[in-house]
């Protein structure tokens, strides 16, 4: 009887299974556990991790270090991403023309077109003039009110205002004739005096109508044909708002500026091909699927590609010790996204949906220090240490456990950093896969297209259902089912988006509702992973031909997602495959399948 | 002159009659400054909702802190939910179905930039009616981890 532990070193997790194998051969397993990896996968620095998850499981299986006859390492895949992601497009306001924001409360209804006036200027106002009233902070609003009243007595004709404070309301509620009013303008010292101006708020319920189409500003300004294709910019930035203030200065400028891209070079088995960024992700994905296998992709030097795919090289530099030149990128994956960004030269803190490319890269790392770390865990355990089998042919022997497979059989794997398939035919040869973009990206995308800046949170909504509050004593999931609370939630997360974590609820930092915030998750998760799978399928199945596998084991700290491996099912039962989540053991869910494939292929090896 | 969207009243008319659906303000007698009152409506007024001044007489509720106040406020508020302020210039926003030792929101009597933060209570009682997250909670930023007992149903 011997007791063998098999140890799985992934990027994020360290995994072990500790497995009894009796003289006759027949084996038991008695449990696992799992421990963060310490240090890059593959290097040195792992052996704390791996020290304290065989510690650890041994606790839990009632058994001593001294007990165990072998320690079984797995290959590690040889391959870590990197990700990048950059704006393309980026939209510049100078002499600040546009001010399209959302306030909560806008006051008054409609569209008012006049010359802006500040508002202790506005006695000076001759009457028949047509004014837009600028009320800065230091004015109160019952004063601003009947100011306003004072002038449209004399026969000024104001017809809209901007308010620096939220007080929107409470001017038009005191005005003898209602107009349009804007207010939560931060900057309004930087709003043109004297410049004409417009200023629409919609019903409630509605978004503005005029200033939202470019021959609506046209109408209003007078515009020729040249002046409104500038102009198309500010109505194209102001659609869906409820309100918004166009000031147009004589040389006021708004830019969409498209910045240079670059092209991405793709080196692979049939030769080169250069894309534009600009062209989008499908195309990008199209050229790569022409050049496969990949040996090298570089960006253009100067441009937004070229410095995503040099701070990837050098990532991965820092990260394995080897020359920057040295690195090769293997695989990558390009996703449309957008962002929002700050507008620069804006006066409300205004943004706007900047296009955007994310790139996940992959390179292979050098096969080296396997060796060296297996010493090292010999010295630190003082058991003999083996290195027992490349990780792909393992996670299948491991995925095979799952009760209802049979061969071919082929797994994926949904980790932190890169897509893995491997499929293992009915004579057991294994093929394997590694591609760009995985659990990461997916936190990266969220975290961008909600610009929410805090990869925790977005970490936390990736792995979440999402809830309504709906009352300090109630909140209203996602699919519409409503949980009670006993004591009363704080006013903090009052009526916000929150994610339902095992820590209680996370707010979302964010305006969106609880279905958009859904939507982009969902959205991120089928781009990276739905993509991936598919991907990566085609590249391990016979001929290419997805119909040819039977069976698809969704393995990996991603397959524990709670809808992330439903969508993939739903994809892949398109091409007639039976897909689900592994259950290792028939208990071990989708983990530890490297670990358990390691002790399965151990104990194959002593019965000859 | 002002066509305001409150309604200013004596809690004597205002008891009677059609429960219009307002948020319930209630003061104390001694308060001096109708700054504090003027900032709490400005906020629900800009906020579009409706609501009640009404001053504290009853000699058994002069003694309330402003958080039981507002309790007592909101229980009277067909939306259920109560503004107060008290003596000493504390304030507090409630709902009725809360415990009254409890305010969902309360302010000192002496803080700095007093006034802004009462107009910032006048907008989150509205908020609360309106089912909108709070204004207070904007400050609060990154996750904030609730660890409660929930009930499933």
């Known amino acids: 009887m011997t007791v063998v532990i098999g140890v799985d070193i992934g990027n994020s997790t360290t995994e072990a299974c500790v497995a009894v194998i009796q003289d006759d051969g027949k084996v038991e397993f008695l449990g696992g556990a799992l421990a963060p990896t310490s240090g890059v996968k593959g290097t040195p620095d792992n052996v704390k991790g791996v020290v304290e998850v065989i510690r650890q499981n041994l606790r839990t299986a009632c058994r001593d270090l001294t007990d165990v006859g072998l320690v079984l390492i797995n290959e590690a895949t040889p391959v870590i991403s990197g990700l990048a992601m950059e704006t393309i497009t980026e939209t510049i306001i ?15 209804v409609g569209l008012g077109v006049g ?8 006695p000076e106002c001759a009457a028949g ?22 002038a449209t007595r004399r026969g000024v004709d104001v017809q809209g205002a901007v308010v620096q404070r939220d007080d929107a309301n409470l001017i038009a509620n005191r005005l003898d004739h209602p107009i349009p009013i804007v207010d939560e303008i931060t900057l309004i010292e930087k709003i043109p005096i004297n410049m004409s101006s417009a200023v629409e708020v919609a019903p409630p319920g509605h978004s503005i109508r005029t ?11 007078n515009l020729d044909a040249d002046q409104t294709r500038i102009v198309s910019y500010v109505a194209r930035a102001l659609v869906g708002n409820r309100s918004a203030v166009v000031v147009r200065t004589p040389h006021g400028d708004i830019e969409d500026r498209v910045i240079p891209a670059g092209t991405i070079e793709l080196s692979g088995d049939t030769g080169k091909l250069h894309v534009g960024i600009d062209a989008g992700a ?15 992709a570089s960006g253009e030097p100067g441009t937004q590609v070229g410095g995503m795919l040099a701070r990837v090289r050098d990532t991965m530099a820092d990260l394995t010790g080897e020359d920057r030149v040295e690195v090769r990128i293997r695989d990558v994956l390009a996703v449309d996204t957008f962002v929002p960004q700050e ?5 409300a803190g205004e943004f706007a949906l900047e296009n955007a490319v994310a790139l996940a890269a992959m390179v292979r790392t050098n096969k080296g220090p396997m060796r060296a770390l297996a010493q090292r865990l010999t010295e630190a355990l003082d058991v003999e240490i083996r290195i027992g089998g490349v990780e792909a042919d393992m996670a299948v022997l491991g995925g095979l456990t799952t009760p209802g497979t049979d061969r071919p059989m082929a797994v994926l794997d949904l980790g932190g950093g890169s897509t893995d398939a ?15 973009g995985a659990g990461d990206l997916v936190t990266k995308l969220i975290d961008s297209e909600l610009g929410i800046d805090n990869l925790e949170v977005a970490e936390e909504i990736k792995k979440h259902p999402l809830a309504k509050v709906e009352s300090f004593f109630h909140i209203r999931l996602e699919d519409g089912t409503v949980s009670f609370y006993d004591s009363p939630l704080p006013a903090s997360i009052y009526a916000r988006v929150v994610a339902l974590t095992e820590n209680g609820l996370v707010p979302v930092p964010t305006r969106h509702n609880i279905e958009k915030v859904r939507q982009v998750r969902r959205e991120a998760k089928r781009r990276v992973f739905v993509v991936n799978a598919v991907r990566a399928l085609e590249q391990v199945a016979p001929q290419g031909n997805l119909r040819l596998i039977d069976f698809v084991v969704v393995l990996g700290g991603s397959a524990l997602d709670f809808e992330i491996s439903d969508m993939i099912a739903e994809e892949l039962a398109k091409y007639g495959m039976v897909c689900g989540t592994g259950n290792v053991r028939g208990q071990a869910g989708p983990r530890s399948a490297v670990a358990t494939g390691l002790v399965a292929a151990h104990v194959q090896r002593i019965r000859g | 002159m002002p066509r305001e969207a409150a309604v200013t009243s004596t809690s004597a008319d205002s008891r009677g009659g059609a429960r219009r659906p307002v948020v319930v303000l209630y003061h104390h007698p001694d308060l ?22 009404r001053e504290m007489a009853d000699p058994r509720a002069l003694v309330m802190r402003a958080a039981e106040l507002a309790h007592l406020a909101a229980s009277e508020s067909p939306l259920g939910v109560g503004v107060a302020l008290a003596a000493d210039g504390s304030a507090a926003v409630q709902t009725a179905k809360m415990d009254p030792g409890f305010p969902i929101l309360q302010t000192q009597a002496r803080t700095e930039d007093r006034l802004s933060t009462l107009r910032e209570m006048g907008h989150d009682a509205a908020r609360i009616v309106k089912g909108l997250p709070l204004k207070s909670a904007a400050k609060t930023t990154g996750p904030i981890n609730h660890l409660l007992h929930r009930k499933d149903m």
């Not at chain 1, 010359?115 to 506005?122: A, G, I, K, M, Y």
């Open chain 1, 94 to 108: 100078t002499e600040s023309t546009m001010i399209g924001h959302n306030p909560d409360t806008p006051g008054g």
């Open chain 1, 115 to 122: 010359t802006t006036v500040r508002f202790r200027e506005l």
């Open chain 1, 129 to 150: 003039t047509r004014v837009v009233c600028v009320v800065t902070s230091e004015v109160d609003f019952a004063d601003a009110a009947a100011g306003i009243n004072i």
């Open chain 1, 211 to 221: 200033l939202s189409n470019s021959f609506g500003i046209a109408t209003i300004f």
């Open chain 1, 282 to 296: 499908s195309e990008i994905m199209a050229a790569l699927r022409r050049v496969q296998p990949l040996h090298d």
């Open chain 1, 343 to 347: 507008v620069k030269g804006g006066l």
């Open chain 1, 422 to 436: 491997a499929l293992a035919t009915r004579d057991g040869k294994v093929r394997s896969v590694h591609v760009a």
């Open chain 2, 32 to 53: 001096r400054s109708t700054q504090a009152l003027r900032a709490v409506s400005a906020g629900l007024e800009e906020e579009g909702v409706l609501y009640e001044i």
